[in-house]
T-cell receptor, first 112, second 112 residues
Framework: SQQGEEDPQALSIQEGENATMNCSYK?????LQWYRQNSGRGLVHLIL?????REKHSGRLRVTLDTSKKSSSLLITASRAADTASYFC????????????FGKGTTLSVSS | DAGVIQSPRHEVTEMGQEVTLRCKPI?????LFWYRQTMMRGLELLIY????????DSGMPEDRFSAKMPNASFSTLKIQPSEPRDSAVYFC??????????FGDGTRLSIL
C-alpha cells in the first residue's frame, strides 16, 4: 500500500523553469526521501530529510518537510532537459528494519 | 563500485511457466528488498530481508510467489505458475543499515 502520494501526477515545463512536486503521507515518519527514475532504469536516491528538519538543499534541489501537515515538497530550480524523469517520495516509518514505502510518483517532462 | 545487479533484464514467457528473477546486492549491504512496479499500482514492496532472513513478506501477492536469500550476495524471486497479471517490472534494492536504498535496473517480465 502507498504511504506517500505525489502531486501532480505529471508536470511539463520549459528548460530554465522551476519544477515543484508535492508529497503527502499518512503516518508518522522518521525520515522522508526523494528518488528519481529515468525511463527503463531503477530508482536513484536524491535527498533525505529527517523528521526534525524543515528544509534541506542539495545542488539545484530543495526539499521541505511539514510534519504537522504530513507533507513534503521537492523543488528543482533552473530545470534542464536531463531532469526529465519520474520523481518519487518514500517514507521511512522509523522502526528498526522497516522498508521504504513509495508513492506513485510525478512524471516531469522538461522541454528545450 | 558495482551496483545492484539483476538478471535477466527482460523475460518473456508463457503463462503457467516458472519464472526466476535474480539479484546480487551491493557488497556489505544487510537489507535486500524486492519491489514490483506497474502503471496501475505503482511501486509495491513484495518482501524484504535483513541479514538473509525474511522480515516481512506481507506484500507477496499469492502463494505462487516465493523469495529466498541463501547468502548475503544472492537472492531469487520465483513465480510458479506465472500468470499474465504478473507482468510488471520487478526491482531489487539493497541498503546498509538505515542508509538510502540502491536499486537495480529491474527485470521487465511479460507473461503471455
Amino acid at each position: 500500500s502507498q504511504q506517500g502520494e505525489e502531486d501532480p501526477q505529471a508536470l511539463s515545463i520549459q528548460e530554465g523553469e522551476n519544477a515543484t512536486m508535492n508529497c503527502s503521507y499518512k503516518t508518522s515518519i522518521n525520515n522522508l526521501q526523494w528518488y528519481r527514475q529515468n525511463s527503463g532504469r531503477g530508482l536513484v536516491h536524491l535527498i533525505l530529510i529527517r523528521s526534525n528538519e524543515r528544509e534541506k538543499h542539495s545542488g539545484r534541489l530543495r526539499v521541505t518537510l511539514d510534519t504537522s501537515k504530513k507533507s513534503s515538497s521537492l523543488l528543482i530550480t533552473a530545470s534542464r532537459a536531463a531532469d526529465t524523469a519520474s520523481y518519487f517520495c518514500a517514507t521511512d516509518a522509523g522502526q528498526a528494519g522497516t522498508a521504504l514505502i513509495f508513492g506513485k510518483g510525478t512524471t516531469l517532462s522538461v522541454s528545450s | 563500485d558495482a551496483g545492484v545487479i539483476q538478471s535477466p533484464r527482460h523475460e518473456v514467457t508463457e503463462m503457467g511457466q516458472e519464472v526466476t528473477l535474480r539479484c546480487k546486492p551491493i557488497s556489505g549491504h544487510d537489507y535486500l528488498f524486492w519491489y514490483r512496479q506497474t502503471m496501475m499500482r505503482g511501486l509495491e514492496l513484495l518482501i524484504y530481508f535483513n541479514n538473509n532472513v525474511p522480515i516481512d513478506d506481507s506484500g507477496m501477492p499469492e502463494d505462487r510467489f516465493s523469495a529466498k536469500m541463501p547468502n548475503a550476495s544472492f537472492s531469487t524471486l520465483k513465480i510458479q505458475p506465472s500468470e499474465p497479471r504478473d507482468s510488471a517490472v520487478y526491482f531489487c534494492a539493497s541498503r546498509q543499515g538505515f542508509r538510502p536504498q540502491h536499486f537495480g535496473d529491474g527485470t521487465r517480465l511479460s507473461i503471455l
